[in-house]
Every structure is written in structure tokens, then in C-alpha cells.
């Protein structure tokens, strides 16, 4: 599981997750603030489709924080307004960075989140669905 699905189920999942994970890092080891969570704006990039060309749409509101674990840098990084998240983050993402024993626990616990939104993605999608219109069977008269 790479760094990016990680954070995704950290982020999506259940807020309770990330908070467990970060409490067995912070009860075990010394935690060392390098930046608090702070506010930041960040630029989204888009493709237009037409024309394959980049543009700016506007700017995110994101929260981020830095913290040292046994010597590795951990970051949280996400949109809107969490400081406490952004710092959960940070911890799990530097007790990965450190090799922790800890985290080769966590594997399963975010493959059973991983699966869980993806049902849930299912779900919504399945809604989504039920909406669409098929102009091809219409009977227009």
C-alpha cells in the first residue's frame, strides 16, 4: 500500500481510524512538533478536455502540519479546515517514514477501511445510476 492510498482511506474513512493510529505512535514514542497545523492556499490544476491544455481553477483552503518521529518527517496534508487531522496525519506518515513495528499492524486495519469506502463508493454510485436517463429507449409520441 503506497503513501497516497493511504492517506485516501485516512482522509475518507472513519475519523476514529486515524485518531487510534496516531494515539498508539504518541503513547509509545516522542513526538516532536516541527511545524503546528497551519492554513495554506493551494492552486488546483485542471486539463480542459477539448484542447489538452492546463489551467488554474482557483485555490483550495488546506491544512498542514510537520512532525518528527524517531527521526523521520512525517506530513499532513488536506483540504479545509482540520488541524487535528493534519497532525494525525503527520504522526502516521512519520511512523511509516521510520519503519515503526507498529505499522505493519495498520496494513489491515486500512485494508478493511480501503473496502469499506469502496463499497460505500459503490453505493452512491448505484444512486447515481438509478437517475440517468437512457434517451435511446424514450418513446416519443
Request: proline share 3%; with cysteine.
Amino acid at each position: 500500500m503506497n503513501r497516497k492510498q493511504r492517506t485516501e482511506m485516512l482522509i475518507n474513512g472513519s475519523p476514529q481510524l486515524a485518531a487510534a493510529l496516531a494515539n498508539e505512535i504518541e503513547s509509545r514514542y516522542p513526538v516532536a512538533l516541527i511545524e503546528e497545523p497551519n492554513h495554506g492556499l493551494v492552486m488546483v490544476k485542471v486539463r480542459e478536455t477539448a484542447q489538452k491544455s492546463l489551467f488554474y481553477l482557483g485555490e483550495v483552503l488546506v491544512t498542514e502540519c510537520k512532525v518528527r518521529v524517531e527521526g523521520a518527517v512525517g506530513i499532513g496534508l488536506l483540504k479545509g479546515d482540520e488541524p487535528k487531522k493534519a497532525y494525525e496525519l503527520a504522526v502516521i506518515d512519520a511512523a511509516y517514514g521510520a519503519g515503526l513495528k507498529e505499522t505493519e499492524a495498520w496494513t489491515a486495519l486500512l485494508q478493511s477501511e480501503g473496502e469499506l469506502l469502496a463499497a460505500r463508493r459503490q453505493a452512491q454510485h448505484k444512486i447515481v445510476l438509478r437517475t440517468k436517463v437512457d434517451f435511446e429507449t424514450m418513446d416519443i409520441d
